[in-house]
């Protein structure tokens, strides 16, 4: 386990910088294309200080 | 793994791959509870998946315990034997909606009252009271008005209550008449039994809903369906893969530290599993977007949840489901929306989401 990813999850940036739910979606039955973005992103935390 | 902000403005992970969302669900130091409930990260105003639910101590025992009583009612084989009857009601509903002058609302025709006298014959709840628990139903899911919600959650109970005392003076071959009977409280027993008078009706509901609008958005898949039945159960699996009703996921807390996909989740942190997304992760399913019932993906979809809390009625609403998509499109080959799809109506203040009303002609 690489602590450097680990140590993303204790901190605690200002959630205002964070992706807001719900996701909005164009069109019912599609799934919002943020998750599709999360997704291609796997594993990377998300914003961060410095980040 | 995302780090997001809920509806509520809250922190929380979120879980959007498909090997993460499974192992969030297996992972017994994610539960529904969390360790200091007041201070735990609020999803939403929902009542039913706001926030933290249950004791973290009792949790895995009540939860186990639940299961026990109310597994073996719905066990596949038992779902299985029930097909035929659910085939006569499917063919009752679609007979009367043939007889009426299109456009008719095929969720008030067909989509609802089909789930519906399914859950209460089952349970043994009156088909007569439906408009009754049906209006609690809407009200508990308003994600709005907490208030709202929460007392329409009491009355249900309330309204089981009665249901459970009446199968104790006079028992029938139905699951409340084996729950009344049960060794526990009543106010567990009542509990229980309005949360599967709930969870039986709204999902499935919106899952017949989707699977049409999928399908009449896809002809040539429809066709493909229509000429060779024996494809039915791919159809309702990849219907179930691609239905997103009610934009949110499923909720927990971490009872301790926990590593998933790489990061590592604090104790007491919420956790978010979407399986809408996890549905449509390319990796697993390729083009994901794309609906396609000659998928070879047999019951791998995330839809039912997966591992310690799977859906207990997964094989109720299959059986259910393989019953409406064999028969819908044969009986009424030319069925087709009414209006177009952008103007049909989203019930967005509902959790389990669905349209307000499906208008068809054919
Ligand atoms: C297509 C229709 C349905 C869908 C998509 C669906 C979906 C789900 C999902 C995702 C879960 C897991 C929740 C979690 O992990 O937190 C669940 C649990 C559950 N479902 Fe369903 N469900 C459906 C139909 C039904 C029906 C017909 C019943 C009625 C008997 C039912 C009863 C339950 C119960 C009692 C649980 C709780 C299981 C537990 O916590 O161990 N569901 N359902």
């Given at each position: 386990m690489d602590d450097r990813i680990a140590d993303h999850s204790t901190d605690q940036s200002d959630p205002a910088d964070l992706p807001r739910l719900p996701f909005e979606r164009s069109n019912p039955l599609d799934v919002p294309e943020m998750y599709r973005t999360l997704r291609t992103t796997a594993g990377d935390p998300g914003p961060h200080p410095g980040g | 793994m995302t780090r997001v902000r809920t509806q509520a403005g809250d922190f929380a992970w979120l879980v959007s791959g498909y090997e993460e969302a499974r192992q969030a669900f297996a992972d017994?130091?994610?539960?529904?509870?969390?360790?200091d409930p007041d201070r735990a990260p609020r999803?939403?105003?929902?009542?039913?998946?706001g926030g933290p639910r249950g004791d973290v101590e009792t949790e895995k025992a009540e939860h186990e315990r639940m299961r026990r009583m109310l597994v073996p009612a719905f066990s596949a084989r038992r779902m299985s034997a029930l097909g035929p009857h659910v085939q006569e009601l499917v063919d009752g509903l679609l007979d009367r909606m043939a007889e009426q002058?299109?456009?008719?609302d095929l969720r008030e025709a067909f989509s609802l009252p089909l789930p519906v006298l399914v859950i209460c014959e089952l349970l043994g709840v009156?088909?007569?009271?439906r408009a009754y628990f049906r209006k609690l139903a809407d009200a508990m899911t308003d994600l709005a008005d907490r208030e709202r919600a929460g007392a329409a959650k009491a009355e249900l109970t309330g309204y089981t209550r009665e249901i459970l005392a009446g199968k104790r003076a006079n028992p029938a071959d139905d699951v409340f008449s084996d729950m009344a009977t049960m060794d526990a409280s009543d106010d567990e027993i009542a509990s229980l039994a309005a949360g599967l008078l709930f969870a039986g009706h709204e999902t499935t509901v919106n899952r017949i809903d989707y699977g049409v609008l999928l399908m009449l958005s896809n002809p040539s898949q429809r066709d493909a369906l229509i000429a060779d039945p024996s494809l039915t159960d791919a159809a309702v699996e990849e219907i179930l893969r691609m239905a997103?009703?009610?934009n949110h996921g499923l909720p927990r807390y971490a009872h301790e530290d926990v590593i998933i996909g790489g990061v590592t989740i604090r104790r007491g942190e919420a956790v978010i599993i979407v399986t809408m997304s996890a549905n449509r992760d390319e990796r697993i399913f390729?083009?994901?977007?794309r609906f396609d019932i000659?998928?070879?993906?047999?019951?791998?979809?995330?839809s039912f949840g997966y591992?310690?809390?799977?859906?207990?009625?997964a094989s109720l609403a299959r059986v259910e489901l393989r019953s409406v998509f064999t028969t819908l499109f044969r009986r009424?080959?030319?069925?087709?929306?009414?209006?177009?799809?952008?103007?049909l109506v989203e019930?967005?203040?509902?959790?389990?989401?669905?349209?307000?009303r499906i208008p068809v002609t054919w």
């Open positions: - | 017994p130091r994610l539960g529904r509870s969390a360790p999803i939403s105003d929902s009542v039913l998946i002058p299109p456009p008719v009156p088909y007569d009271d997103a009703p009610g390729p083009e994901p977007d000659g998928r070879r993906i047999g019951e791998q979809q995330l591992a310690a809390r799977y859906c207990i009625g009424f080959p030319t069925l087709a929306l009414a209006v177009p799809v952008e103007e019930r967005e203040a509902s959790l389990t989401g669905g349209f307000t």
